[in-house]
């Protein structure tokens, strides 16, 4: 498969605590990328990591890259009820298309 | 707002029936993406254009799909013969060429095949 699969599919917390989700690949990629998506809007960019990267942070957002697990997981920290969407991440592989997997549906409640 | 724009929003057609979405990319972006997304799935790539160069269009899902770009800046996606099947999200997304550069997604043409 040329998509990333996200674990789990769903993810139901408590506002406050943190969220972790994870994406699993099976080829190589230039690049992975987080977006995130509100229930029937288009899908917005969170947070970029490179593939000679292992770790980034951006607001409450930190990603992280195993490229010999072929893995990355994105954690919310201090979850609020507004983080409540599905979360995707995107693989830039040759070629430069992006594929992206099924996604995690994330609900916080407050 | 991303700055990517979809048209129409909406659009309920009778099976059968041709439909067409425009997509506006960002103004200085040269790469522009159309995926299909369903109820429960991620998006869905469709194909892409590097100005008005179509460089990928095998995973178009048939050849009642077809897209253009003639000048390089908006983008068409049509489908023809409409099945109750192609009821779907469309999204649109441009970017820069750079590889590695974030890619912008419109806020996407929801269609409904009666």
């Known amino acids: 498969s040329q998509q990333g699969e996200e674990d789990p599919q769903a993810l139901s917390i408590q506002e406050g605590e943190n969220a972790t989700m994870n994406c699993s690949y099976k080829?190589?990629?230039?690049?992975l990328q987080w977006y995130r998506q509100n229930s029937g809007r288009g899908l917005v960019h969170l947070i970029l990591?490179?593939?000679?990267?292992r770790e980034k942070h951006s607001g409450r957002l930190r990603v992280t890259l195993d490229t010999s697990k072929k893995s990355s997981s994105l954690l919310i920290t201090a979850s609020r009820a507004a983080d409540t969407a599905s979360y995707f991440c995107?693989?830039?592989?040759?070629?430069?298309?992006?594929?992206f997997g099924t996604g995690t549906s994330l609900t916080v409640i407050p | 707002d991303t700055g990517v724009s979809q048209d129409p929003r909406h659009k309920i057609t009778k099976r059968g029936q041709n439909v067409t979405f425009r997509c506006d990319p960002i103004?200085?972006?040269?790469?522009l993406y159309w995926y299909r997304q369903t109820l429960g799935q991620g998006p869905e790539f469709l194909t892409y254009?590097?100005?008005?160069?179509?460089?990928?269009k095998s995973r178009l899902l048939s050849d009642r799909f077809s897209a253009e770009r003639p000048k390089g800046s908006f983008s068409t996606l049509e489908i023809q013969r409409t099945e109750q099947g192609d009821s779907a999200m469309y999204l649109c997304?441009?970017?820069?060429?750079?590889?590695?550069?974030?890619?912008?997604f419109g806020e996407g043409s929801w269609l409904t095949v009666v």
């Open positions: 997304a441009s970017s820069l060429t750079a590889v590695g550069n974030t890619i912008y």
């Open positions: 990591i490179r593939s000679n990267e």
């Open positions: 103004s200085e972006h040269n790469r």
């Open positions: 995107a693989l830039l592989r040759v070629g430069n298309q992006f594929y």
């Open positions: 254009f590097q100005n008005e160069a179509q460089l990928e």
């Open positions: 080829t190589s990629i230039n690049n």
